[in-house]
């Protein structure tokens, strides 16, 4: 399906372009795209990558990702049954989902990019996405969001009285869209016309083999006094949420979403101690696997290079075309029979599309209506409980070169619909307003 969506993308904006003789803003949108997947996604993007699955690595020569998967081994077996239940990708799909909820973007991707490695290494059908991979990019391009903290600072900046009104119909948004997101993927991958098919030769692919790892030896048990070591670090991150939690008193938040704010402060920090201690009193040689684990995330940060660049300059394209705009004329008396506020049109259908895009559509929003009107609100809540769906299926399918990609695009973007529609919603029932 994506291949259609791109081939419609990149030909209705050459068509539009030329009605309107967007002909040079067509070139520099491709030429300006081109350059931007490299150079601000692309290679920010290897660094970061590096550090988290060279972290990750240590968590795993540790035991850490077999002990958390095995925790949640019965919903996790639900979602994905089939995944052997001590897969390292179990463990690397929990932690994304835990990046995610706290809204660390920059962990949550390199973690989900780790997960899309492990679950390609179970693929029958290599180039075509399983029914795993579907469902954990539903949960990723719907995924619940604690705290929208970026519709949040722009409220803040633009003076709004109380920002953080828009934490629980966030919350309530995005869970509508991962219930609809999951949902409409294990429905989807019954149906036939997305069901896989068998290869040419009639027979099924064997599932890719990577080259064998050297052996590396067991980790040792955790000694009596490493117990008491670990207690220390979790003291001490106790005292530092204590007394950041006690500082944020003076913004007057509740004691719920200050917490929330230092839980998201902390978390990084944390995890960037934890795991190399933990590995370390485990007898892990700490340096050397995480060097192994950051060579990993280099080479996945430059295989996604060709399908962030093909994504994104197809996107570049029709916004500079008018593509967007077109669409919203030809939305807007269908959404106005539903109550959907034309104001929101454009943030709406760019965000599937592009996320800076859409947080310039939201500060002018903002600024247009103020920050604590009843269309900003919505416009927060529909940032922080959807996704960038195409941004998302281009790097994390491009991570393993899968191109066939199912019914994973239907689902991203039914669950962003959703996300959209309930944050419209939940926004008029919990702040008020005229349908």
């Known amino acids: 399906m994506l291949n259609y969506f791109w081939l419609a993308l990149v030909l209705l904006a050459v068509v539009l372009g030329g009605l309107d003789g967007r002909f040079k803003e067509l070139t520099d949108a491709a030429f300006t795209s081109a350059k931007s997947a490299v150079m601000d996604i692309a290679l920010p993007l290897a660094g970061i990558m590096a550090l988290w699955l060279g972290v990750m690595r240590l968590a795993e020569r540790a035991g850490m990702v077999r002990a958390l998967a095995r925790a949640l081994r019965p919903v996790m077996r639900r979602l ?99 219930t ?67 500082t944020g008193t003076a913004t007057g ?9 230092t839980v998201s402060l902390l978390a990084i920090p944390f995890l960037l101690a934890l795991f190399p201690l933990y590995a370390a009193l485990r007898g ?19 295989r996604i290079i060709p399908f962030l660049v093909a994504m994104l300059v197809a996107i570049g394209m029709f916004r500079a075309a008018g593509g967007v705009d077109l669409l919203a004329r030809a939305l807007r008396p269908a959404l106005n029979v539903i109550g959907f506020p034309t104001d929101l049109l454009p943030m709406a259908l760019t965000r599937p599309l592009s996320g800076s895009a859409t947080i310039g559509l939201f500060a002018d929003l903002v600024k247009s209506h103020g ?18 769906t195409f941004y998302v299926l281009a790097v994390y399918f491009g991570a393993v070169a899968v191109q066939r990609t199912r019914h994973a695009v239907a689902v991203g973007l039914l669950a962003d619909l959703t996300g959209m529609l309930a944050a419209v919603t939940i926004c008029r029932l919990v702040f008020g307003g005229a349908w």
């Open 80 to 178: 994905f049954p089939d995944v052997p239940a001590d897969h390292p990708a179990m463990g690397a799909m929990l932690m994304n989902m835990a990046a995610n909820l706290l809204g660390l973007a920059n962990a949550a991707t390199p973690l989900g990019l780790r997960a899309m490695n492990d679950l390609e290494s179970l693929n029958p059908h290599p180039g075509t996405a399983t029914n795993a991979m579907c469902t954990f990019l539903a949960i990723n391009t719907a995924s619940i969001q604690l705290l929208p903290a970026t519709a949040i600072g722009i409220m803040a900046a633009a003076g709004g009285k109380n920002p953080t009104a828009i934490v629980g119909t966030t919350v309530l948004a995005s869970a509508c869209a991962v």
């Open 180 to 246: 609809v997101g999951v949902t409409a993927a294990k429905t989807l991958e019954k149906l036939p016309f997305f069901r896989v098919t068998e290869t040419a030769s009639g027979k099924r692919c064997a599932p890719p083999t990577a080259a064998p790892e050297p052996v590396t030896p067991e980790a040792k048990p955790l000694p009596a006094w490493g117990w008491p070591v670990l207690v220390l670090l979790l003291a001490l991150f106790g005292f530092f949420f204590a007394r950041l939690t006690q």
């Open 253 to 261: 938040q509740p004691f719920i979403l200050r917490g929330v704010n």
């Open 284 to 302: 892990v040689r700490v340096y050397e696997e995480f060097v192994e684990g950051a060579k990993e995330g280099f080479q996945v940060a430059v």
């Open 371 to 388: 920050p604590d009107s009843l269309v900003t609100r919505m416009g927060g809540t529909l940032l922080g409980s959807t996704e960038t």
